[in-house]
């Protein structure tokens, strides 16, 4: 049986205290879903520490939706994946198509984030997935292929054992367009084969790969129905507590 996954990423959303509050509601309501369903948050670094407490006490992980390219020193603004993880971050998300379309971030940074974040004990949530002229081009599986072979096929088996992948197409995210629970089994299958050719089909059979972009409480259930979806990366819909929760329970 493969890890159920639920994560949400608030992106560049409220303040610290508005965190908190959030946190509260969705600890409040975790009680609610299948006990199997692993809860994570991918707060702003910023609230690392306002949610960690109330985090660990309801059983729900903590991400960053970031980290540095470098350990430490003279990198104005940048925040290290020691520092994440010495506040009791579980996860990173990296690779997510906005720090890619907008901060420039390539397979070799990521391939340097990666690493630091695995020498800090942080599990990476690897974000990959096309834009839509890449789709509407037919050419959504090599460019998918691409970011795996680029990335992931640069860790070490036991490294691998600890990621998430996490497929959101680009032209999903924000949009109120969502894969059809068909897309996204059709590539969520792709993803478990090319990773089947690096790390063996058992090892590829183990990792969970979430679907992200545009999922909500309405179309979880048909996404999360199908054999190769194993849960959301939810940006939005993870704002609101009881919408967050409704997604969780959706499997
Ligand atoms: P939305 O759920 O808002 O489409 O965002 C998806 C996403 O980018 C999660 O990382």
Not at 64 to 77: F, I, R, V, W
Not at 149 to 159: D, G, I, K, M, N
Request: net charge negative; hydrophobic share 45%; charged share 20%.
């Amino acid at each position: 049986m493969r890890r159920k996954i639920v994560a949400g990423n608030w992106k560049m959303n409220t303040t610290p205290a508005e965190g908190a509050e959030l946190l509260k509601g969705v600890a409040a309501l975790k009680s609610t879903i299948p006990a199997d369903v692993e809860l994570i948050v991918g707060v702003p670094f910023t609230h690392i520490c306002c949610v960690k407490d109330a985090a660990a006490a309801a059983g729900i992980a903590v991400s960053a939706q970031n980290c540095a390219d470098h350990e430490s020193g003279a990198y104005t603004g940048e925040v290290s994946a020691k520092m994440i993880a010495s506040l009791g971050a579980k996860y990173v998300i990296l690779g997510h198509s906005e720090r890619r379309e907008y901060y420039g971030e390539t397979s070799q940074t990521l391939n340097k984030k990666m690493a630091l974040a695995y020498e800090q004990g942080l599990a990476p949530i690897y974000c990959v997935g096309e834009k839509l002229d890449e789709r509407e081009a037919g050419k959504h599986f090599d460019v998918v292929r691409r970011q795996i072979e680029e990335v992931v096929f640069h860790l070490t088996p036991e490294q691998f054992g600890k990621m998430v992948i996490a497929y959101e197409p680009v032209w999903a995210i924000g949009t109120g367009k969502t894969a059809t629970a068909e897309q996204a089994q059709e590539i969520h299958a792709f993803i478990r084969k090319v990773l089947a050719e690096k790390f063996g089909a058992a090892a590829a059979d183990q990792t969970p790969i979430l679907y992200g972009g545009s999922c909500k409480p309405g179309n979880a259930a048909e996404i999360f129905s199908k054999t190769d979806v194993d849960g959301g990366l939810i940006g939005g819909a993870s704002l609101v507590a009881a919408d967050f929760i409704a997604i969780a329970k959706a499997f």
